[in-house]
């Protein structure tokens, strides 16, 4: 585990708030050189604290649902874990990966265009690993709500315009320039339009301009690093709750109430066994117990069920359906 110190944290803070900034950028806010910035980044990459840099692309407007797959493993040794993870890693549908604790190994999200596209890679999935994958559940993701990581420099979340994915969005129709250029975003944020224009054979501002178009449509929806947690002092969590005498109020209220709480880094509305679920970040255990006691104190009358998962490491964030390119 890496200490941060001050500015790593204020550094963190500025890829949060847009990856896709240039060192000039970033050396202006943070007061000092466009030097320090390089330096300085290139020593959270090589302490593996930050894994890269991804864009969050509403999946939603592609005309996909991402479904939430619990998975609970057996027969399981090292080798076929990196087979699972590799299978995978090089899956194009898989947009998040992590290894967790609790009832489950792994949470995957699988992004498909609907039940039956989902059913079929499930189905391929549990084919290539039948005597691992022991049981699984299954959660519709309706909306994920981006708080942010604001716990790196601040006590208390200033108010901004908050990424959304999902809820009720018209699907636009891109073309396969558009496609090529989220495919690169979707895992190299920072890639400067230079590279892109020179990879896809179109010009660096024919590039920044498709990308601000994107971004005015609400496609991308902003730029985020790959923050490793094990490798700082801080852990992740999420909470699954199953709700009772829940009414549109009060879910307004629940996410007005976490999104006040600085180390809640995001919420995400679901379908199926649980109802929705809540992800944050502490350096404690204790910090997790106290904002979970809070959370179910406030809210006892309309939460039923509450399931605690520790998270461990995250192989992959890639907001972008793959298939989609390969149909094109």
């Given amino acids: 585990m890496s ?128 005597e691992q994958i022991q049981n699984y559940d299954v959660l519709t993701t309706v909306e994920i709500i981006y708080f942010g990581r604001d716990y790196f420099t601040k006590k208390e979340r200033e108010i901004k315009p908050l990424p959304r994915l999902g809820g009720e969005f018209e699907t636009v129709t891109l073309d396969r320039t558009n496609l090529q250029i989220l495919d690169l ?32 449509q609400g496609i991308i929806q902003g730029f985020k690093p790959l923050i490793r947690l094990e490798n700082t002092p801080y852990s ?17 209220e629940i996410i007005n109430f976490l999104s006040s709480n600085v180390n809640v880094v995001g919420v995400i509305r679901l379908v199926g066994l649980w109802d929705f679920e809540i992800e944050f970040e502490v350096q404690t255990k204790e910090q997790m117990l106290k904002i979970t006691r809070i959370i179910r104190d406030q809210f006892k009358d309309i939460i039923k069920e509450f399931e605690i998962i520790p998270l461990y490491h995250e192989y992959k964030y890639n907001f972008f359906p793959r298939d989609l390119l390969m149909a094109h």
């Fill in 236 to 252: 992740g969590y999420k909470a699954l709750i199953k709700f009772q005498n829940i009414t549109e109020n009060k879910e307004k």
């Fill in 185 to 216: 975003l979707s895992e190299h944020a920072r890639m400067p339009a230079t590279e892109i224009g020179q990879k896809i054979g179109i010009s660096p501002n024919t590039v920044m301009l498709r990308i601000k178009d994107m971004r005015k």
């Fill in 3 to 130: 200490e941060l110190d001050k500015f790593d944290l204020k550094l963190l803070a500025e890829l949060e708030q847009d990856a896709r900034q240039t060192f000039s950028q970033m050396a202006k806010r943070l007061k000092t050189s466009q030097q320090v910035i390089s330096y300085r980044i290139k020593s959270l990459e090589n302490r593996n604290i930050v894994g890269g840099y991804y864009a969050i692309i509403n999946i939603t407007k592609l005309g996909y649902t991402s479904y939430r797959t619990m998975l609970r493993l057996s027969n399981i040794d090292e080798q076929k874990h990196r087979e699972i993870i590799a299978y995978l890693m090089k899956h194009p549908n898989v947009l998040w990966l992590v290894d967790c604790g609790g009832r489950w190994d792994l949470l995957v999200n699988f992004m498909a265009k609907n039940i039956i596209q989902y059913q079929s890679i499930l189905r391929e999935f549990r084919t290539a690993f039948p």
